[in-house]
């Protein structure tokens, strides 16, 4: 417990700082791991609480970035082969900036497919399942996206340090760095998680009910 609290201490003292150096130093240390634990849920509370104060956020947040983020690839990929091909330029970013865009587009699509449930959830078992057992795969799921949230968070952010601390550039430009994609991934995994606890609530509350819950839309119609 002791070196834990040192390590709570060495990255605090580091964030106060805010030099990426000593930021990316003192992150790698195991305490970070207790850090981004303890926080991911009360963040993911807060988001859940602004979706369901804010319908249109709730509503038309994922869809409206997935859409502007896949049509600024498909437009940089259509433009940028038609000057290649035909007038033998090409902007030096067009190869780069597509890739760490499309890694905003996954983790965005899959918080997205968590709250439509059309993630891969076995729901042909679990409609066999007695109520109290579905409920139990309901928290099941809810502790195993934690878990997978905690790891990729902390790696995701080390990365994010990492690269600031190195000011590394998004390849043929001069001052897009390219921590600003890594960071938007934890923003994501936390809008994610935020969407499991909504489940996990309407599943809840469905249970007290005695209503349907656990299932994806489509096994729920039947």
């Given amino acids: ?86 007038f033998n330029v090409q902007v030096a970013w067009s190869t780069t900036l597509p890739p760490y865009l499309f890694l905003l587009l996954t983790w965005i699509g899959c918080a997205y497919n968590v709250k439509l449930r059309a993630h891969l959830s076995f729901g042909e078992f679990r409609a066999m399942m007695r109520p109290s057992m579905r409920l139990a795969m309901s928290f099941l799921d ?19 340090a990492n690269s600031a601390s ?22 994501s995994w936390l809008i994610l998680y935020a969407r499991v606890l909504e489940n996990l609530t309407q599943d809840i509350r469905n249970y007290r009910a005695g209503q349907e819950f656990g299932l994806t839309n489509e096994l729920a119609r039947e």
């Fill in 142 to 160: 809810a502790f195993l996206w934690y878990v997978m949230a905690v790891i990729v968070v902390v790696a995701t952010l080390r990365l994010t």
């Fill in 166 to 187: 190195n000011f590394q550039m998004l390849l043929g430009t001069d001052n897009v760095m390219r921590w600003w994609f890594y960071i938007c991934v934890p923003i």
């Fill in 1 to 86: 417990m002791q070196e834990v609290l040192s390590g709570i201490t060495t990255i605090w003292d580091a964030l106060q700082g805010g030099q990426p150096f000593t930021i990316s130093r003192a992150i790698r240390n195991p305490a970070f791991y207790w850090i981004i634990s303890a926080a991911i849920l009360p963040l993911s509370l807060v988001i859940m609480i602004v979706f369901r104060k804010v319908r249109v956020l709730d509503k038309y947040l994922e869809p409206t970035a997935m859409f502007l983020i896949y049509m600024t690839i498909a437009m940089i990929i259509f433009v940028e082969v038609i000057r290649r091909f035909f």
